[in-house]
Each structure stands twice: as structure tokens, then as C-alpha cells.
């Protein structure tokens, strides 16, 4: 069954390597960044974990834990870390679960048939402190994921989880937002008092409130 935005993401326990994890017991209070790679040993995913491990301070700044799913064995998973670690310049510094069972690919719909049916597609869930789906995003085998976007992302679902605005396109941390629909104009200047730009009556602007 497909996961949606604001379902509550399926718990589970898992063997990785960094021990037994139940899934909502790890992520605590915090946010969730749970990725999954077709198969160990490939190309495309060993620069996809190296990046990860690299933008470590980056998630930890926005308190959010990276984890990484892929239907290969625990073995098999130490044995590419070196290969990561090697390749990419860095230390692989977060779990991968080990899911032979394809337990977890199928509880978050992992695996697409039309696309292979045996491994899982390159699947994105950020997940809220609530436990509940902020995000999905699906790439295809073929094409690596852009973890500054993913970052991006996280950055306006936090700013947007505790203010009433919206972020535009192409968005950057920093850079204005949008005023949220449900606020009348006459009332913007008393929850948003650094100013705001009447665009048109339904496109409000205002400068990043947590700045």
C-alpha cells in the first residue's frame, strides 16, 4: 500500500550496522530521513551514502537522523561501507538496514514492479517529529539524488511546520516566503512585523520569520 503525505510512517525493527533498531524508538523527538538503494555495490548509491555521510553536520544541525534501506545482508553492507569510505573520501556515519526479508520495502512500497520486482526503486521519506510522513520522492536506478535539495526541502517543511507561510519556488533558506492564504492582509503587519509585500490580494510576501 503507497505511503501518503501525513500517514504516519510504518514502525518496524530491523537489523543495520549499528545493532537492532525499532524504527520510532530511534528517531525519537526528532525528524527522520529514511532513503533506500537498489542493491549494494553500485555505483550510483556508493555516491549517494558518501554524500550522505559528508552533510552528517548538515542533518544533525536540523536535528534530523539519516537511515539507509537496501534488501542486502548485513555482510554484504560492511563490506561496501569500506568501498564507500574509500571511494568518496569520507566515513560512512549512519545505519544502513539490512532487509533480505524486503520486510521494510514493502511496508513503505519500495519496490516497483514496472520498474524491477525484486529491487527497491530510490525512494525518499522525511519524516516529522509527530511521526508522520513530511515528504515522499521517487527517483528512478538510473538517477542519483540531489541531497542539497533534500535539504532544502527539510529546511522549508521546518520553517513551514511553525510558521503560517509557504515557501515559493526555488526557494533558499533566508530568502522570503510566502504569507499563508488563510491570514487577511489587515492582520500580517501584528504576526509578521519585519513587513510584507502585497504582490497581488491572494500573494503575500514577508522575509523569513526565523531569521
Known amino acids: 500500500m503507497a505511503i501518503r503525505l501525513g500517514d504516519i510512517a510504518p514502525d518496524f525493527t530491523a537489523e543495520t550496522t549499528e545493532g537492532t533498531i525499532n524504527f520510532h524508538e530511534w528517531l525519537g523527538d526528532g525528524w527522520g530521513l529514511l532513503f533506500s538503494h537498489p542493491a549494494d555495490y553500485t555505483p550510483v548509491c556508493t555516491t549517494e551514502l558518501g554524500r550522505t555521510a559528508q552533510l552528517k553536520s548538515e542533518f544533525e544541525k536540523r536535528g534530523v537522523k539519516a537511515i539507509a534501506v537496501s534488501v542486502d545482508g548485513l555482510e554484504s553492507h560492511k563490506g561496501w561501507i569500506n568501498d564507500i569510505n574509500e571511494t568518496q573520501n569520507t566515513s560512512v556515519n549512519f545505519p544502513i538496514i539490512a532487509d533480505e526479508d524486503k520486510k521494510v520495502a514493502n511496508l513503505y512500497d519500495m ?38 535539495e533534500i535539504l532544502r526541502v527539510i529546511d522549508s517543511l521546518q520553517l513551514t511546520a511553525n510558521y503560517s507561510v509557504a515557501t515559493p519556488a526555488d526557494w533558499k533558506d533566508g530568502e522570503d516566503v510566502v504569507v499563508s492564504p488563510a491570514i487577511a492582509t489587515e492582520d500580517i503587519p501584528a504576526k509578521f512585523p519585519k513587513g510584507h509585500k502585497v504582490v497581488k490580494p491572494y500573494l503575500r510576501t514577508t522575509p523569513q520569520p526565523n531569521k
Open 111 to 148: 519496490i516497483h514492479p514496472n520498474a524491477n520486482d525484486t529491487l527497491t526503486v530510490r525512494s525518499v521519506f522525511v519524516i516529522g517529529p509527530d511521526k508522520k510522513v513530511k515528504l515522499t520522492l521517487t527517483y528512478p536506478a538510473s538517477t542519483g539524488r540531489n541531497f542539497l
